[in-house]
């Protein structure tokens, strides 16, 4: 069974800096994954999508990596800004589902 | 409308009431999701239909019914909740291809509250 793990818990850094935010995961055969923002109380939004055969990708500020064969992906957010803080989801993909990780609530400090 | 729509935003209902939630997505998907999200708890998926029949029920309580009547639309249908159903009720989609679900689009959401 696909187990996700995301470090920190929970993260606050100062405006304009540049943060990495972890996921690990237990079964390296995937066929994608992806990364979600959600807002307090709001639904999910899709940040990027990484396919298995791929070592990352990019959006904006955001980069994204996918290390399968150890099981780990990265987010990489640039410049952050107060407009960043919300909780960022992992979501490992198999054929059939999504297995998602407990997410990282940031806060990004004026 | 566009993307994946839900409604309603916010329930309330009582445990011996019967409601229904809804979800329509807007994207030509053929493939439909519902999660629910507990507090202090990863997202977990309840139901996956794909061009309308259910191919993933991960041993959810039977006082949760889904109903896929098209590709574009996808209700959740609750009786006889617990207080411990309470819980954001997301629905989402994606595109089926080669065997397998891609990138998914996720609605806003239902705010489900049991007393």
């Known amino acids: 069974k696909q187990e996700v793990t995301q470090i920190p818990a929970a993260l606050s850094v100062p405006e304009g800096e540049n943060l990495v935010l972890n996921c690990s995961f237990t079964d390296s055969a995937i066929y994608n994954l992806q990364w979600f923002r959600q807002d307090p109380g709001k639904g999910l939004t899709s940040l990027l999508l990484i396919q298995s055969s791929q070592r990352e990708q990019t959006s904006g500020r955001l980069n994204a990596s996918l290390d399968k064969s150890s099981g780990r992906s990265t987010l990489y957010i640039a410049a952050s800004q107060p407009g960043d803080s919300a909780t960022y989801l992992c979501a490992v993909g198999s054929a059939r589902q999504l297995t998602f990780g407990s997410g990282t609530q940031l806060t990004v400090l004026p | 409308e566009t993307g994946v729509t839900q409604t309603p935003r916010h329930l309330v209902m009582g445990m011996t009431n019967k409601k229904s939630l809804k979800c329509e997505q807007h994207?030509?998907?053929?493939?439909m999701y519902w999660y629910k999200q507990s507090a202090k708890k990863p997202l977990e998926l309840m139901f996956v239909?794909?061009?309308?029949?259910?191919?993933e029920n991960n041993s959810v309580p039977s006082r949760f019914s889904p109903e896929c009547p098209n590709s574009s639309h996808l209700f959740l249908h609750l009786h006889t909740l617990q207080p411990e159903d309470s819980a954001l009720y997301l629905c989402?989609?994606?595109?089926?291809?080669?065997?397998?679900?891609?990138?998914?689009?996720f609605g806003p959401g239902t705010r489900l509250t049991v007393l």
């Open positions: 239909y794909n061009f309308k029949e259910q191919t």
């Open positions: 989402a989609s994606s595109q089926l291809l080669a065997g397998a679900y891609n990138e998914q689009f």
């Open positions: 994207l030509g998907h053929n493939a």
